[in-house]
């Protein structure tokens, strides 16, 4: 399929953060059975696909991240190569501003910002049911950021149903040292965890009641320092406050947006890590109306 010269895509890839996540035991396969909510977050990163007449070429902002096919969104892009039966050719520019290795998902986001947008500029070769199986393939979470909104995650987290929630507000904490999402599991001790499948009942107005993370002890033995920042967030207002994923990026919701922005101005003072606010997206936004609600400092 032939493009205009300099036609670019700019793709936005939202980080999330996981409301509730519930490990149900291990798989025969080494993975993890899960029941988890995410929510995807106005905090994303920018994917800039150009077509050309050269060869696949990938650039990042960030020097420190992989630039090669070790890069999930080269790996996407390769696969979509193989699958659709097309030679990609030209430039994806990623501009990260989510933090790596966080638990917010931004490498799994940015591969599926890949894939949406090359299946965009070349005439959707690729039905949805394709490209999700596509995703799942590159990981766990990929699937969850081909859609718009929140979802129940269930298997590895790749077998989806959408759930209606609110634009919650989000202060968001990360103190700058990664944590690797296998290492968490690893070191995950399944005995120590009820064998409850049972999911709650998702009550949109009482998250408090819900949000909880089987993985936050694990983290917090590995980072101690993160329950006394949970605890911080909680004297500052939160509704409700937990590690995000494998972690170890951790958030309070607030009843508003101003809450969330003032009880971020008051931390800032005492944490000198990454900090941001952030609203959670509903599936009903626009990128126009979105990608704006960011606050950071």
């Not at 990260?96 to 959707?124: F, M, Q």
């Not at 931390?267 to 609203?279: I, T």
Request: overall charge neutral.
């Amino acid at each position: 399929m032939a493009f205009a010269r300099g036609e670019t895509i700019r793709q936005r890839c939202p980080a999330k953060v996981n409301l509730y996540l519930r490990v149900l035991g291990r798989r025969h396969d080494g993975y993890h059975e899960l029941v988890t909510v995410m929510q995807p977050l106005s905090l994303a990163d920018e994917l800039f696909v150009t077509p050309g007449r050269n060869d696949l070429r990938f650039t990042c902002d960030r020097p420190d991240l992989p630039q090669g096919p070790d890069n999930l969104v080269v790996r996407a892009a390769l696969a979509f190569q193989k699958a659709a039966g097309i030679e990609v050719k030209g430039h994806l520019e990623l501009r990260k501003k989510i933090p790596v290795a966080a638990g917010l998902g931004g490498g799994s986001s940015d591969a599926a910002g890949a894939l949406k947008a090359l299946n965009h500029l070349y005439g959707a070769p690729l039905e949805q049911a394709r490209l999700h199986s596509l995703a799942a393939q590159l990981g766990a979470d990929v699937p969850f950021f081909l859609g718009r909104g929140p979802a129940v995650g269930r298997g590895i987290g790749a077998e989806l149903r959408p759930l209606a929630l609110p634009a919650y507000n989000y202060l968001l904490l990360n103190l700058g040292v990664p944590l690797s999402t296998r290492w968490v599991y690893e070191n995950l001790d399944l005995g120590r965890i009820k064998g409850n499948s049972d999911a709650p009942v998702w009550d949109p107005e009482h998250p408090e009641r819900w949000v909880r993370n089987d993985l936050a002890e694990v983290a917090i033995r590995r980072l101690p320092e993160l329950a006394e920042l949970l605890e911080q967030v909680k004297q500052a207002g939160a509704v409700t406050q937990s590690v995000s994923g494998s972690g170890p990026t951790i958030f309070g919701l607030f009843p508003t947006w101003e809450a969330a922005v003032e009880a971020a101005r008051a931390l800032r003072r005492s944490f000198p890590g990454w900090l941001a606010v952030a609203q959670g997206l509903t599936g009903q936004e626009t990128d126009t109306t979105w990608e704006s609600l960011v606050w950071t400092i």
